[in-house]
């Protein structure tokens, strides 16, 4: 992952809202005007010149123009404005479009001229950001229009446009224009009535649905046993996800590839599909140089899925994001993408391997153009659609969120449907902390270890249920796991459910809220559409193909206790969920994060039957729910055989015969009376026995949480 904080990134110029906005009406923020030749009005930053140039005009009016000499240091040098600062023209919500006129001097490196659009707290601080497409008119003196839209933040007090050079050589603006496209109607308090929600029968939005799941890369580092069996493995099982992005890496050996396979083999017991790609293709210039790469890459592909039955390798993409010996870079160059995609797309074919090929893995959602480009350019050799995005721009507490990224989701899945294919959300996360601190490059959720942190329990699952109602086949969100600590000294990459620093595998609360959504909502499932009656309540509703189990997921953004209501109707089955149907209920509640100091998942906190075609529920304020039949109540047998020994390097032994349940997920290790563990091994080192005089219990666990004795 990677996502720049204020370089790169490209105009979505499709979409706008239309549902829930009121009348269409456009307000001028910032009118275009001419520039004087002191730029008066605009605040200069860095080391460049900046003037006033009437020789260079847009519709008559005199541009800006920015010269940054040869050797200067580039920090998005600009000049800025800000507006929209008078009472009422700001409101939080509120949707903006800024614009401006670009040309070069010639050849200027990329991304050349840009705009961005900020949002401004009272205190003048940025909560937010849009950028306008990068590279355009590059090469060209021809003027050539940027366009930047974005939503305002909780909090923002007013606008700042800035007209951004990040490139040696001479460009000029023009017209730059900020206009409100849209404010929207404020959400009505329903108080103390019951909430409505309908699970429409007769309205699919995935009929095959292929899970909620995540990017991980055990695969990449190397293993104790101890943290495997007792920490990785043993949450993969119990978080149970049917999807995975997995890097991989071009320069492995053969040794490494048999170790990857051997994950890629544990992910398919779990029935996990597979989703490759790699951060590093080599940047090649002739169509021969890279049908010699795609041979060693669908080499390594090929032993995996037929050397080694890595069968569940399903997807591949060229490169992580667009990336070609710079993050993003083929964003502005989608030939050279599409001549590796074609590249691979052969090789697989000769080979006769179903492994499908993905266009075009471009974050943020701003680049999802990316993926039309590909629909209208080279969907012949593309098998699956996907794209990137992370909540950098949205406060956790921003009720918005959920219905703008609905509308992105059912963009991006669209482009997909339109051609008969699917949409894979590859990577998505709340808001990165992109600082450089002490010389370590900080790639982490900028919410951990603060205060906010259990929130994330709320928007991250906003975020899939978005996706899952939007449309989009599966995802991945960013990450199962910390990369390890010691992988660098000058990068470190925390955004996972659990830590990864030395002996420290401790989950984060976000365990306890994402990971009842990658277990309860696997796939093969079919995705029906919901209505609810509260638009601060967000819930997906899917049916499990194997089992014809359920799963609800309601997220209650009010800030009050609601009643609810779920009904089923439609598609001529009535009832669709019989009354007396127990659905176990799962709550995450953010004030009150279910921790578990041995990383296990909270369970049910009860159960509610449907009667009279309703299950009838109170739900805490912010919190998430989920309600599934997806379970069995029978606990697994008691262990047997449990042993100890001392140790030789100290500490106590625990060994015990395994359980042969065919839905046994981990087992727990008790020592008088106090768990100390947890582990998918029939072993397990206590190196913290206080001599040899404690009393070891193991009690097995399966998938649907119960605990035998
Ligand atoms: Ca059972």
Request: charged share 25%.
């Amino acid at each position: 992952m990677q996502t720049p904080l204020l370089p790169l990134t490209l105009l979505m110029a499709v979409l706008t809202a239309t549902c829930l906005h009121a009348a269409p009406k456009e307000t001028v923020i910032l009118a275009p005007q001419p520039f004087d030749d002191k730029l008066t009005g605009w605040e200069a930053r860095g080391q460049a010149e900046f003037a006033g140039d009437a020789q260079q005009t847009h519709d008559g009016h005199a541009a800006a123009r920015i010269t940054i000499a040869p050797g200067t240091p580039l920090s998005w040098q600009q000049i800025r404005k800000r507006c929209g600062d008078a009472p009422g023209e700001t409101q939080p919500a509120d949707q903006f479009r800024a614009s401006a006129w670009v040309r070069t001097d010639g050849a200027v490196a990329a991304p050349g001229g840009y705009l961005a659009l900020e949002f401004v707290d009272a205190a003048d601080n940025r909560i937010g950001i849009a950028h306008s497409q990068m590279g355009a008119g590059l090469g060209s003196t021809e003027w050539a229009q940027l366009t930047a839209e974005g939503t305002a933040p909780e909090g923002t007090k007013a606008l700042r446009i800035n007209l951004v050079l990040n490139a040696e050589g001479t460009v000029w603006f023009a017209d730059a224009e900020v206009v409100r496209t849209a404010r929207f109607e404020p959400w009505p308090d329903l108080g103390n009535a019951t909430r409505d929600i309908q699970i429409d029968l007769a309205k699919v939005v995935h009929p095959n649905f292929g899970g909620v799941g995540f990017h991980a890369f055990q695969q990449s580092f190397t293993w104790s046993k101890d943290e495997w069996d007792n920490v990785i493995y043993k949450k993969w099982r119990e978080l149970n996800p049917s999807f995975v992005r997995l890097n991989d890496n071009q320069s492995w050996d053969r040794a490494k590839w048999d170790d990857v396979a051997d994950h890629i083999l544990r992910m398919k017991q779990t029935g996990t599909e597979v989703y490759m790609t790699t951060w590093d293709p080599p940047v090649l210039k002739t169509d021969a140089e890279r049908r010699d790469y795609a041979r060693k890459v669908v080499d390594n592909l090929e032993h995996l899925i037929r050397g080694r039955g890595c069968t569940n390798i399903h997807y591949y993409c060229m490169s992580n994001e667009l990336s070609l010996g710079k993050w993003g870079s083929m964003a502005a160059d989608m030939e050279t993408f599409k001549a590796y995609h074609q590249a691979l797309f052969d090789e697989l074919k000769a080979r006769k391997l179903d492994v499908k090929l993905l266009a075009t893995d471009a974050s943020p959602v701003d680049w999802w153009n990316t993926v039309e480009w590909a629909a209208k350019n080279m969907d012949d050799i593309t098998g699956i659609y996907g794209g990137h995005h992370y909540v950098n721009d949205r406060a956790l507490d921003d009720e918005r969120f959920y219905p703008w990224f609905l509308e992105k989701a059912q963009w991006g899945a669209g482009i997909a449907k339109a051609k008969g294919k699917n949409f894979v959300l590859g990577e998505f996360g709340s808001k990165q902390d992109g600082r450089t601190i002490d010389g370590v490059m900080h790639d982490c959720c900028v919410y951990f270890d603060t205060p906010q942190e259990s929130m994330l329990g709320i928007q991250v699952p906003e975020a899939a249920i978005a996706a899952i109602n939007g449309g989009v086949y599966a995802m991945g969100y960013w990450t199962f796991m910390d990369l390890p600590d010691e992988m660098s000294k000058t990068y470190i990459n925390k955004w996972g459910l659990f830590r990864a620093s030395g002996q420290d595998h401790s989950t984060r609360s976000l365990y306890y809220a994402y990971g009842l959504l990658t277990k309860f909502f696997r796939g093969p499932a079919t995705v029906y559409a919901v209505e609810t009656s509260d638009p601060r309540l967000r819930v997906a509703a899917i049916q499990h193909h194997n089992r014809k189990t359920w799963s609800i997921v309601i997220v209650n953004r009010n800030k009050r206790e609601v009643s609810v209501q779920i009904g089923a109707r439609g598609a001529g089955v009535s009832p669709a969920i019989p009354d007396g149907t127990a659905f176990r209920k799962y709550v995450y509640d953010p004030a009150h994060p279910p921790m578990n100091p041995c990383g296990d998942l909270q369970g049910p906190s009860g159960k509610v039957a449907m009667k009279r075609g309703r299950l009838t529920d109170t739900i805490g304020p912010m919190t998430l729910t989920v309600y599934t039949t997806a379970y069995d109540d029978t606990p697994p047998a008691p262990v047997k055989g449990v042993k100890t020994e001392k140790a030789p390097d100290g500490g106590i032994v625990v060994r015990w015969q395994a359980n042969s349940e065919p839905d046994l997920c981990y087992y727990r290790i008790f020592r008088d009376g106090v768990q100390i563990g947890s582990t998918v091994a029939t072993k397990y080192s206590d190196r913290n026995a206080a001599g040899d005089t404690g009393v070891y219990k193991v009690v097995a666990v399966d998938q649907s949480g119960n605990a035998g004795r």
